[in-house]
């Protein structure tokens, strides 16, 4: 038996359903209902078969009034081949037509004009690593060093890279045909202040290498040690 609260639930849902527009059998609320499809009145927006519109009634006015100020309308859709896309002289179209056509609306290709009216390097002189202005020939713009010319020492940079190379390179007590190296008498110890490399043959490694003032410190400190070379210090074994 159904309780008191069934029963009141049981008459509002009729009560309810009186009141619902879709509460009989073939009209109930689906994608293919009258209210859910766009045919003209102010409830339902979805497209009727392939062709049909969509939208509500507003929606479709407001569309309409909308496509009558847009330039670009269903037998003139805007894409790349649209002449207003096109580089064809106007301010609007800025895309390459074909592949010699310009490039840019009419102010793009006046400004290009007039910069490459400034500019040194045009189609015929284009700057390259072979451009006069690129390579070190002897004046103030170009560095790259000229094929043939392999000398590290004179090759490559303008011509105050160059200048300033050779004043550093006269300053230079080494140079191209005195490199400094192990063979190089400022290299050996050979009783001066600059070379510090054992002398060839020379092994004594009290003695060997250093500069005179290494010798002279080495010299002073040894007289004072009780352990030279006579007397060397080392670990002694107890055989006993």
């Given at each position: 038996m159904p309780t008191k609260l069934e029963l009141i639930a049981d008459r509002e849902r009729v009560t309810?359903?009186?009141k619902n527009t879709y509460n009989t059998e073939g009209r109930q609320y689906g994608s293919s209902n009258s209210n859910a499809l766009?045919?003209?009145d102010e409830k339902g927006k979805g497209q009727v078969g392939d062709t049909g519109s969509i939208g509500s009634k507003t929606d479709i006015q407001t569309r309409l009034d909308n496509i009558v100020k847009n330039d670009y309308k269903e037998t003139n859709q805007y894409s790349s081949s649209n002449r207003d896309a096109q580089s064809d002289g106007d301010v609007f179209g800025k895309g390459q037509i074909d592949d010699t056509g310009t490039i840019?609306?009419?102010?793009d290709i006046n400004e290009r004009?007039?910069?490459?009216?400034?500019?040194?390097?045009?189609?015929?002189?284009?700057?390259?690593?072979?451009?006069?202005?690129?390579l070190s020939d002897g004046d103030e713009k170009g560095k790259g060093q000229i094929e043939g010319n392999g000398d590290p020492y004179t090759a490559g940079g303008s011509s105050l890279d160059i200048s300033k190379r050779n004043s550093l390179t006269v300053s230079n007590t080494y140079y191209p045909d005195r490199q400094y190296g192990t063979g190089v008498s400022r290299s050996i110890s050979d009783g001066d202040e600059f070379g510090k490399g054992q002398a060839d043959g020379n092994g004594d490694?009290?003695?060997?290498?250093?500069?005179?003032?290494?010798?002279?410190?080495?010299?002073?400190l040894t007289g004072k040690n009780?352990?030279?070379?006579?007397?060397?210090?080392?670990?002694?074994?107890?055989?006993?």
């Amino acid at each position: 038996m159904p309780t008191k609260l069934e029963l009141i639930a049981d008459r509002e849902r009729v009560t309810l359903e009186a009141k619902n527009t879709y509460n009989t059998e073939g009209r109930q609320y689906g994608s293919s209902n009258s209210n859910a499809l766009s045919d003209g009145d102010e409830k339902g927006k979805g497209q009727v078969g392939d062709t049909g519109s969509i939208g509500s009634k507003t929606d479709i006015q407001t569309r309409l009034d909308n496509i009558v100020k847009n330039d670009y309308k269903e037998t003139n859709q805007y894409s790349s081949s649209n002449r207003d896309a096109q580089s064809d002289g106007d301010v609007f179209g800025k895309g390459q037509i074909d592949d010699t056509g310009t490039i840019g609306s009419i102010v793009d290709i006046n400004e290009r004009i007039k910069l490459l009216g400034k500019n040194s390097y045009k189609q015929t002189n284009q700057y390259s690593a072979s451009n006069k202005n690129a390579l070190s020939d002897g004046d103030e713009k170009g560095k790259g060093q000229i094929e043939g010319n392999g000398d590290p020492y004179t090759a490559g940079g303008s011509s105050l890279d160059i200048s300033k190379r050779n004043s550093l390179t006269v300053s230079n007590t080494y140079y191209p045909d005195r490199q400094y190296g192990t063979g190089v008498s400022r290299s050996i110890s050979d009783g001066d202040e600059f070379g510090k490399g054992q002398a060839d043959g020379n092994g004594d490694p009290y003695t060997a290498g250093g500069s005179s003032v290494d010798i002279s410190k080495r010299t002073v400190l040894t007289g004072k040690n009780f352990f030279k070379k006579t007397n060397p210090y080392y670990p002694t074994i107890d055989n006993e």
